[in-house]
């Protein structure tokens, strides 16, 4: 069966400072992958997917970035972070074209 | 642009209530439609789905239709439980730039007191 993990589950950052979360699926391979973030009392903002290794499209414009170094590993990164990049990250997979399937979530809160 | 719009909550129900949530949607052609449920500090869960019209998703309970002539892919429940407290959204599929993603509605909180 397929699973997708994140972490850190947590992260408490200084504004100004770098972030890398990193998100990997298991039990199937060239999924589509996809970040969202979640702001407190808000819906899902889709920020990037990716259809296959080093494909990439950004949704909106932001200070934030993602990698796709192998199949099944999505990375989300940022240079240095603002207040309001505080959120909840989801990362999902799809292997068919609609249906998409979600990760735990990391928590990320910008002080 | 496709969208979906959805009841705004909160919504706070008794143990063994009757639940429907609202959900309507635009999009051009034949999207599928989803209903997902999020647990407070947890991920989303896909709870249901529907493909095409008159389609109808069920799972736990719950229920929804596909109703192509209203536009509308409401949740349904006939006897909530405690358990069911949870943020709810609906989904539609859209493809966009030739890649297909889903459109989220904004949610909506069910409360459910014993």
């Known amino acids: 069966s397929q699973t997708i993990h994140q972490w850190p589950a947590t992260l408490v950052q200084p504004v100004g400072s770098p972030l890398s979360l990193e998100c990997t699926v298991e039990?199937?391979?060239?999924?589509?992958l996809y970040w969202y973030r979640q702001a407190a009392g808000r819906g899902l903002q889709l920020l990037f997917y990716s259809v296959g290794i080093g494909q990439i499209s950004s949704e909106v414009p932001q200070n934030l970035s993602a990698s796709r170094p192998q199949d099944r590993q999505f990375i989300l990164s940022s240079k240095k972070l603002l207040l309001s990049d505080s959120g909840f990250y989801l990362c999902?997979?799809?292997?068919?074209?609609?249906?998409?399937?979600f990760g735990p979530g990391t928590r990320l809160t910008v002080t | 642009g496709d969208s979906v719009t959805q009841m705004e909550g909160p919504v706070t129900l008794s143990e063994e209530a009757f639940l429907t949530i609202n959900c309507t949607y635009t999009a051009t052609g034949y999207p599928s439609l989803f209903w997902y449920v999020q647990y407070p500090g947890e991920g989303l869960q896909l709870l249901l789905k529907a493909t095409k019209a008159d389609d109808k998703g069920s799972n736990k309970g719950f229920e929804a239709t596909y109703r192509k002539e209203t536009t509308s892919f409401h949740l349904e429940k006939g006897s909530v439980q405690v358990s069911d407290s949870a943020v709810y959204f609906c989904a539609l599929s859209a493809t966009q730039g030739g890649s297909e993603k889903l459109v989220f509605g904004k949610g909506t909180k069910l409360t459910v007191n014993p």
């Open positions: 999902a997979w799809s292997a068919w074209p609609s249906e998409q399937y």
């Open positions: 039990g199937t391979s060239n999924p589509n």
